[in-house]
């Protein structure tokens, strides 16, 4: 049994729902994409699942955020799928590819064959297990990346109201999570190695500005220390959390977010793999020239820092997945993928985001005890980096615009002393 597209997509997250968005905009027929996703629902916007999804009082649900409402684009509900003649095959998953004779089995027995084959993939959460805690199967343990973790949170959590929260992990995941955890009620403590949250991006004096923020709501941090093992009850639930620093913490739930691997095993020996993903080039075509790689799972030059990347934020989801439909369906008119990275979360009432390239010296800025602050990355001489906490759309689009710059910075306490107003005037 066989069907055959011209297009496939592998995977129906955000970079898939953006890279349909493309194809239709760009007048694909009728009956020639086909999107293959494991999850049952159409692409949505998966940041949704840690801001939204799990406010307590009217909290956002499909088809209130399929993708592209995160761009104020049109909303992709199944019905858009259908009318523009795309075939979504849901709650099914690839289970092989065969690049070489291009087609794909998927795990109800079908073989589909593609002429362009888009792989969008994305990222697991990494568990507990791979470095040696066991805990997968206790109810009242929760990872964060699609729907079904989405529910389970919202369910153990509203289960566990007044209780004891532990969130293992201080990346955006467990900072976005705790922060939701003290909005459902719960006492919420961060455990995590790093002397310092968000340790990737933060600088130690931005970190302490949304540590003391969280302590302010209840949070609570453990830091420069891991789990070793939980403590469970009769009927398996975890009942508290065991530091390698000898103390022990009573455990209602426990959320996890400890980092992501991208989904490549499918083509593993079959493409060249960079930086833990699928090597593209600036058309995000790998080394296969009929398959091309888009969002988590795309290891792609980022012109503007001069290293291939492999980059984890929706924007680059979004993107990639656009570019690369174009430069398949265009070829000739499309360039190489020119990208400013860009990440940003939402938590409390706190906002921030960050372009660029966050190497380098740093200058702070604005008022870290106030409400709108920042800093700049300088490296080798130039501007390669920009945080903002607290921006308006004009100052958030001037940080922007003044890291694709890359201007040239001769005097730091000059930077530092004109601050945001920098970027408002370059
Ligand atoms: P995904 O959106 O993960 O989609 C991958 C899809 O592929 C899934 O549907 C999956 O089921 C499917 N799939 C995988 N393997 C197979 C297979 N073999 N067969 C069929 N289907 C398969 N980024 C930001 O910049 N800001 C944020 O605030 C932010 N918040 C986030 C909050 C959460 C909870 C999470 C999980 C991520 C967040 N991100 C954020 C990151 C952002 O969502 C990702 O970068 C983005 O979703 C990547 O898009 P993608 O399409 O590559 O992967």
New binding site residues.
Partial sequence: MGRAFVYVI????????YAAHEFVKRGVAHGELCI????PVA?Y???A???GYLLPEAPARLPSFHCCVGTNEERLAPKWYKENGIELILG????SADVRRKTLLTATGETISYKYLIV??????LKLEEFGVNGLDAPNVCY???LAD?DRLVDVMQSCSGGNAVVIGGG??GM?CAASLVINKLNATMVFPEAQCMARLFTSRIASYYEEFYQSKGVKFIKGTVLTSFDFSSEGKVTAVNLRDGSKLPADMVVVGIG?RP?TS?FEGQLTMEKGGIKVNGKMQSSNTSVYA?????AFPVKIVGETRR???????RKS?RHAVAAIMEPEKTGEFDYLP?????VFTLSWQFYGDNAGEVVHFGDFSGHTFGAYWINKGHLVGSFLEGGTKEQYEAIAQTTRLKPKIEDLAELERQGLGFALSV
Avoid: C
């Fill in positions: 592998i995977g129906g997250g955000v970079a898939a729902g293959i996703s494991e999850e692409p916007e998966r940041p699942l840690s801001k099914t998953r690839v289970k969008a993939t994305g990222a697991r959460a964060l990346r699609d989405a955006y995941i976005e992501i989904n499918l888009i969002g988590d799972v795309a980059l984890e934020h929706v924007d680059s989801a997945a860009f990440f940003y979360s939402r």
